[in-house]
């Protein structure tokens, strides 16, 4: 474990609760979730089974927010949230312009957002039922810009970037549901090796289109479940029926405490330490043991120099879908299997609250983690009423917690048998 401490100074958050981090943590501890009755824009009526999401709401957008340049350039949905969500962590870290020039920019995203109206431009088709590509290029002026035709995956890594004059490291990561967490993880471990002193990551992602849901749910990941209502997504309980979306985005500031309290910044809570693991099983399935779950828990441990039994709180991973949340208590029954401890954990999902985000899921779960470790409140898993009977831990069902949290993990897991865990420690002045 290194002696170089590493805090989340800053935070930014774009969900379907708004544009502010502060009144995701109000709205989260209350209680609520958002998400609401949804369809693509490119389905006819009601027609596409998946009925449920947790859209962002632009009539939530405050006042100052109204001119951010995201609105008006040609980008993904996923880029305008996520360039909003990490504007917001820079002003809430109050670090001078001039501090970003040698910072570090790690950014995770998600598909790319393919737009049904561009598809078409390839039409009609030609002699043998094809369809003709010629034909789209000649009107290629009618491409949106918005639309993957004219993105790259990078897109939202290189505008932060720019936007902040930054010269050091820009990192685009593609690593499914892990990837904002693995950003985190990766920027924590660049300033622990002495490469940066300050790195703003994250991520951002929004899979509510015909596309991207439609494989999703074709996947059997998503859920088509109505007969909740909005009600819907329910980790750990055994009605899940599988995800329920978001879209958003979500940035936090890391740095070293000498930096930051070289600049009288007050910190909202300590990296630890960071592990990630493969399950190398199957790719739209976690291996039934957790084995690689597992891993990646146990790794953030030992890199955080913690031992289990320190632990008082899991963000879980929670996803809502029938294997994940069995597979997930059985690897934290394994980790915390010592003097079963695991009966005396706190473990909240938060995606009963603001849904899945895909890509960027992991960044707003840190923030909240951080949170935790700073009021010592832990967000509920809302719609828990009758668990499963594989998933038999204190889930903080349907009400926020006051309870002390001096140490926490957080989890991430993606399609593919991607696996990251973060350990968040609560700040002291004194060294660990």
Known sequence: MSATRIVITGMGAV??????????????LR???CIRPWQPEEAQGDSFPVRYAAAVDMSLLPDYLRDHPAWSRPLETRSRYGW???????ADSGLEPDGWRDAAVLCASGAP??????MLLALPEDKAGRADWTHLMARAGEVRGEGSLRQSNDRLARTIAEDLGCEGPVINISSACAGAAQAIGNAFQMIRRGEVEIALAGGADSVLNLDTMG??????????????????CRPFDRDRSGLIAGEGGGFVVLETLEHALARGATPYAEVL???SSLDAYKVTAPDPQGRGATFAMQAALRDAGVEPEQVDLINAHGTST???????TLAIKTVFANREHYRRL??????????????????????????ACRHDRITPTVNLHHPDAQCDLDYCANQAAARRVDVALSNSFGFGGLNTSLVLGKYREESR
């Open 15 to 28: 969900t379907g609760f708004g544009f502010e981090w502060q009144r995701l943590w109000s709205e989260m």
């Open 31 to 33: 209680g609520a979730h």
């Open 84 to 90: 909003v969500a990490a504007t917001q962590a820079v």
């Open 113 to 118: 957002q393919h737009m049904l109206a561009d």
């Open 215 to 232: 494989a999703l749910y074709l996947l059997g990941a998503a859920s088509a479940e109505q007969r909740w209502g909005a009600d819907l």
């Open 273 to 275: 330490g960071y592990g």
């Open 322 to 328: 029938p294997l994940n949340d069995a597979t997930e």
């Open 346 to 371: 706190a473990v909240s999902a938060n995606k009963s609250q603001f849904g899945h985000l895909i890509a960027a899921a992991g960044a707003p779960e840190i923030m909240l983690t951080a949170l």
